[in-house]
């Protein structure tokens, strides 16, 4: 019997999300299952490839809803989960008792722990990583600097996922949370703190890049990194440098895709008074209330330059 999970791709929740599921699965449901997992990222249109439910089981976490007829076990707390009033209606009236939303919940892996609770599973094996999920993915920190420096083994693990391309060591690494591995313990491991030297050095550049570019315009602070090489960078970055600032939008390339980023200061002084996954929605993208994303293809340079203005523009006014 083969179980495929879907999870959100880079990203600290997602990997925690599917990590709580599995240890769920093998100890209430099926001890013996083979599990598949599939690392998967938002973009316009169907986000899913052609293959995405190919297993007996299929369960998706911390990412948008599927219609499709072999999707078992849903999970996610997503506002933009669903793509069209079409999959909002399917979810509404599934009966399977297997799908479960909470658009309020801070991070996926606590609402999927509580969601688990009730089926038996035991949330407290868990509770150093479905905290810090919960702290990474609501932005629950203390302020900026600790987000930045980076000095818990979990910001640590959560930088090294963010940057990771090798779907094998995000299999480990899931494998890892599920396993109950105290985290210290996972980021010293070597597959983590290897490459880890050359991303913090890297953090640091960003750090300067961002520095450098960064240009603010009634508290919405633009950092454009298109040609600068840096795909992925620690968000918390520009509050650090900018810390009166309400709003952050980002411009980053990778070779798979243009993304812009846009995030509320949680920091801030002044409420926040835009739903920024309406925002992202309206160009493709989606999220949360306070933090989003817009994915395009990876020559729309100038589109996607077009469109973090317009967001600026608008954040601003």
């Known amino acids: 019997m083969r179980l495929k ?24 449901v099926r001890a013996d299952a083979e599990i598949a997992y599939l690392g998967v990222q938002h973009r316009p249109g169907d986000a ?47 009966t399977s008792g297997r799908k479960f ?16 609770a009730k089926l038996g599973f035991s949330p407290e094996q868990h509770k150093e990583l479905i905290d810090w999920a919960d702290v990474i993915d609501g932005a629950q920190f203390p302020d900026a600097k600790t987000a930045v420096e980076l000095a818990e083994p979990a910001l640590r693990i959560m930088t090294w996922i963010e940057n990771n391309k090798d779907r ?17 313990d996972i980021a010293a491991s070597s597959y983590i703190a290897d490459p880890l ?10 750090i300067d890049a961002i520095g450098r570019r960064a240009r603010e315009d009634r508290g919405v602070v633009l950092v454009d990194l298109l040609d600068t090489g840096i795909d992925a960078h620690n968000k918390f970055i520009v509050y650090h440098l900018h810390p009166d600032c309400r709003y952050a939008v980002g411009l980053t390339r990778s070779a798979s895709r243009v993304k812009i980023s846009v995030g509320t200061n949680p920091w801030s002084r002044v409420p926040r008074t835009h739903d920024i996954a309406k925002i992202c929605e309206r160009y493709g993208g989606g999220g949360h ?20 203005r317009e967001i600026v523009t608008e954040l601003a006014g």
Request: charged share 30%; proline share 7%.
């Open 5 to 28: 999970i879907l999870f959100h791709d880079n990203c600290f929740d997602g990997a925690a999300s599917a990590a709580l599921f599995t240890r769920f699965y093998r100890d209430h």
């Open 289 to 308: 209330p306070v933090v989003g994303a817009i994915s395009m293809a990876p020559d729309a340079v100038e589109r996607a330059r077009e469109v973090a």
């Open 48 to 94: 899913f490839p052609p293959d995405a439910f190919d297993g007996d089981e299929n369960a998706c976490v911390d990412f948008r809803y599927s219609r499709n007829p072999k999707l078992t076990w849903w999970f996610d707390h997503h506002v933009s989960a669903f793509s069209s009033p079409e999959d909002r209606a399917h979810f509404e009236a599934d």
């Open 168 to 184: 094998k060591l995000t299999e480990r690494l899931i494998g890892d949370f599920a396993e109950r591995k105290p985290l210290a």
């Open 101 to 116: 939303y909470d658009p309020q919940a801070r991070s996926c892996t606590k609402f999927e722990a509580g969601v688990l």
């Open 197 to 206: 030297g050359p991303l913090l050095g890297r953090h640091r550049e960003a």
